[in-house]
Structure formats: structure tokens, C-alpha cells
């Protein structure tokens, strides 16, 4: 193992955004000392092999993050703490690692996502604000979903490394307990959505935005009423090499009826029913854009226009920076009504969030089936898991439960 040194200082982020990663196919890396030190032997072909793992997951922007994410902070925790390059790694490594990666040393830990890397004379720099792990109320805690996403995009990777013959082993599937890491659940995790007083806090507060000011914050309205009443994902937002959102894909069929027509997770297009509210929420924003109320057939204009020169937004992070900041305005808007807790669960909550929050209403009052192909759900057990009914009528027949 390492010395204590190696945790003082947070490491740099070593792969940078979806749009901005060079392409390792064509541009292979030759050189690692602007992004670590004293890297350990065969860290070059690690970090090659590590970029086109990532690279190849480029079609999806979620999956992209995910697997960026579990890569990179594996590497870290190879390079950095255990001073080991891929093809030392054993079983019994694997183990130690999720140990480290429930306390990463706290100078790892930010406060707020920061851009991983910076604009520098025409450059991209990592940026040394960047941490890789964050927790917005400084106790970092690993959850649950977390060590599973880790388990399983390590498996995927060692797999990979299997197949272009630079390992010969799978260290993750040689484990014997991944038990002792993952608990078993009785029923299904609770969805994570804001509640009723949060989320029409949290709309007032962009409407508020949009009215004082209406070139930049018509945008965030419009964002914030997309991902609630049309169950969006945020990487259905943003335009990628597979998917560029426009309002020609707001279209009308025969009877009137108004669709929007989006690519989700696993590159699989669904057509989402357009509400009524969402119909006059579309035409208010195309109004703050100058165009006219509703789309032409097949009309080009980005769907969610960047502030600062032509074309929509291509980064995911944008996305986030807009919701979060009426997240922060909400929450405190809440303090001074008095709903100190409320505005305190309000900083934990994240875009997903309003996804999450937009099916659970509907699902009370809409056909599950209608949900599960707006939301794009594989089966209607996943909305289900929407459904809190069952749970209610749980707790009612137990809240007059007498002890004496």
C-alpha cells in the first residue's frame, strides 16, 4: 500500500467530457504526467485500454458518465493508493477497494460539481477544483446502488480486458462474497421524488426566475416543466453524436393530438403523449425565442437553446448547473416560509428527481400502462414501483396498533 501522501491531495480528473474526449482510437496516449505522478509500470496501456472502454459507451450519455465515473475512480484507487497497474490486481484488491471507496480520504470529497476540465489558452486543462467524489453535507456515503454500479461496470471492464488478451482474469467475478457488501431488500428501494410542497415550490421559483429574467430563465422553466410532465431523462435534453433534441420533434397526428418524439436509454425511440400544460408551456418558451407558438413538420430549432452563440446544449452538465441553481433558490425560498426540512431533503434531491416525480403523480390518476410507455419503462412492473398504495394501506392498518 501506499504512503499517507498519496491521499493528502485530491487526484486530477483523468477523462473529460463526452464531447471534449479525444478519441482514443485515433489518437492514442502517449504521455500521463499532466494528469499523475509516479504512476506505477503499464500505466500508460491502462489508461488506453481504460479510454476506449469508456469511449465505446460515447452513444449514451448516461451510460458514458457511469462507466467514466466507476473507470476513473477505480484507477485513482490503482495508481494512487495501491500503487498497482490493471494486471496486479487480485481478488482480495477488489474487496479492499470498496472499503476505500465507502471513506475516500476527505480531501477527495468536494462540496459541488465543478467542471472536470478548463479552457486554458486554448487547452483543456484538468481542473484542480474538480474532486472526484461529492458530497453536498460532507458526510460522503456509499450507497447501496453505488456498489452495485461499481461491481458491475468493474466486471464489464475486466471482461473487456479479457478480450483485446490483456488480462487473463476477471478479479470482480472471482469474489466469493459480494454479499457482504450488498444487502438483500424485502421489497422494492423507495423511489427517490420530491413531494407535493417541493415540487410546487420548486416551479414557483422558476416562474419567478422567468419573470424577472426572461432571456435567460424562460429556458429553465421550460426545462423544469419538460423533465416534471414529460418524464424526460436529462440526456434527452442535450444534443449527442446520436441524438439531437429539435422542435420538430413536437408533432401533431390527425385528431390533434400533440406527441413529442424522443430517443432514451438503450437508443430506443418512444413517442410521449403532450399534455395540455405542456402544449401552453412549449408555446410560452418558443414565444420567449421569438418563434412562432407551436413547431412547423420537421422544424430544425434546438430544443433547448444554448444563451451564447447558435445551436442547443451539448453538455449534461449545463443541464444540471439550471436545475440546481432553482433547486438552491427553492430551498431557500422554503427556510424563509418556515420548512426548514423540507428545504434541507431539497438539497439531496437531483434532476432524476423530477423524473421520478412526474410518473409518481401521474401514476395516481393515469392508466400504469399509459405511464410505462411515456416514461419509457421496459415492463409495468418498474412503474409499479411508482404505485405507493400498497405501502399506504400498509401503514393506515398499522397506525392504531395498540402496544398496552
Known sequence: MSSPKNAASSPLAFFDTLEAMPNPFKQPVTSLEHLVSDAPADAIKDYQFASEFIYSYRGSPDTFSTYRREIEHFLHWCWLIADKSLAAVEREDIETYVEFSRQPPQSWIGEHNVPRFIERGGQRLPNSDWRPYVSKRG???????????????????????????????????????????????????????????????????????????????ERTLFVMNALFAMYLRISELVETPRWQPQMGHFQVDQEGNWWFVTVGKGNKEREISVSDAMLEALKRYRRSRGLPSLPSPGEPSPLIHKTRGKGGITSTRQIRGIVQKCFDLAAEKMRKEGFEEEAQRLGDATVHWLRHTGISEDVKHRPREHVRDDAGHGSSAITDRYIDVERAERHASARNKLIR
Open 139 to 217: 458526510e460522503y456515503v456509499l450507497s447501496q446502488s453505488a456498489i452495485q454500479s461499481l461491481f458491475s461496470v468493474l466486471s464489464s471492464f475486466f471482461n473487456f480486458l479479457i478480450q483485446e488478451n490483456y488480462l487473463s482474469a476477471n478479479p470482480v467475478s472471482q469474489m466469493r462474497q459480494k454479499s457482504k457488501f450488498l444487502r438483500k431488500h424485502q421489497s422494492q428501494g423507495k423511489i427517490r421524488r420530491l413531494s407535493p410542497l417541493q415540487w410546487d415550490t420548486v416551479i414557483e421559483t422558476a416562474e419567478d426566475m422567468a419573470r424577472q429574467d426572461p432571456v435567460n430563465h
